[in-house]
C-alpha cells in the first residue's frame, strides 16, 4: 500500500520480465506524450511542419547512402548500441518502414524527437525513413480503402502537458494537428488503461483520451492517409 503514496515509485517487481514490460510501457508513454501538437493552426509549428514534409516527400535521393548516413550520425551520438545500428545497416530492406517504426527500436523515438525539436540534423537524416513510412502508409490505404467504413472512430490515450492542456481548452471549437505520424487504436479501453490513466498520475502532466471521429469523405481529400 505504500506505494500508491508515493508517485515516484512505479510498483514492486521480483522478476526481470514484468521490469521489462513496465519500463516498455513507460518508454511508450514518455514517446506519446512527446509529440508536438499544433493549435488553431497560429502556431508556426504547424506551417513549419507541412512545408518541410511536402519537400522532403519530392526528395529522391539513394537509400543506401541515406542509410549509412543515419547509422553514422547515430555513431557519433552515441546513445544508440551499435548491435541495433547494424541490424538497421544490414536488415533495413528486409522489413517495412512500419515494422521499424512501431518494433522495439529506436527509430520511433528519434522521428519523434526530430520533429518535437525541429531538429533540422535529425529531420534529414531521417528523410528516407519519412518518405518510406509515408509511401507504406499510402500502399496500405490503397489496399484497405474498399473495406473501409465511411466513418468510424478511433481512440488515442496520452498525456499532455500542462501548458498544452492549457492551450487545448483555449480551443475548443477550433483545429488542433498532431505534427507527427500518429498511432490510434479502436480499442478504447486499451487507450485509457494503458495510456492516458497512467499519466494521470504523473505530476507534470494531464492524462488525455482523444476520441477521434473519421469522415473517409473528408479524410480522401486529404493529402495525409491512414491505415491499420
Given at each position: ?13 521480483t ?25 488553431n ?33 547515430c555513431h ?6 551499435k548491435?541495433?545500428?547494424d ?9 517495412t ?37 509515408h509511401?507504406?502508409?499510402t ?5 484497405q ?13 496520452q498525456?499532455?502537458?500542462?501548458e498544452?492542456?492549457?492551450k ?22 486499451i ?6 490513466r ?31
Amino acid at each position: 500500500e505504500w506505494t500508491k503514496t508515493i508517485p515516484k515509485v512505479k510498483g514492486i517487481y521480483t522478476q526481470i520480465e514484468p521490469i521489462c514490460k513496465a519500463l516498455q510501457i513507460n518508454q511508450e508513454n514518455c514517446d506519446r506524450a512527446m509529440i508536438s501538437i499544433s493549435f488553431n493552426r497560429i502556431d508556426p509549428l504547424f506551417m513549419y511542419t507541412q512545408l518541410l514534409k511536402e519537400a522532403l516527400l519530392q526528395i529522391e535521393d539513394d537509400d543506401a547512402k541515406s542509410i549509412k548516413e543515419l547509422v553514422e550520425y547515430c555513431h557519433l551520438q552515441d546513445d544508440v548500441s551499435k548491435t541495433t545500428l547494424d541490424k538497421i545497416e544490414r536488415e533495413y530492406r528486409n522489413h517495412t518502414a512500419i515494422w521499424w517504426y512501431t518494433g522495439p527500436y529506436f527509430i520511433y523515438s528519434m522521428l519523434n524527437c526530430g520533429l518535437r525539436q525541429m531538429d533540422v540534423d535529425i529531420i534529414l537524416k531521417m528523410g528516407f525513413f519519412i518518405r518510406h513510412l509515408h509511401q507504406h502508409i499510402t500502399e496500405l490505404h490503397r489496399e484497405q480503402k474498399a473495406n473501409i467504413p465511411a466513418k468510424f472512430e478511433v481512440f488515442r490515450g496520452q498525456g499532455l502537458s500542462m501548458e498544452d492542456f492549457e492551450k487545448m481548452k483555449k480551443t475548443k471549437g477550433g483545429l488542433m494537428s498532431f505534427n507527427n505520424f500518429l498511432s490510434t487504436s479502436h480499442n478504447r479501453e486499451i487507450s485509457l488503461e494503458n495510456f492516458a490513466r497512467p499519466a494521470a498520475f504523473n505530476t507534470n502532466s494531464v492524462g488525455i483520451l482523444f476520441i477521434m471521429n473519421i469522415d473517409t469523405a473528408i479524410c480522401t481529400k486529404s493529402s495525409t492517409l491512414f491505415a491499420e
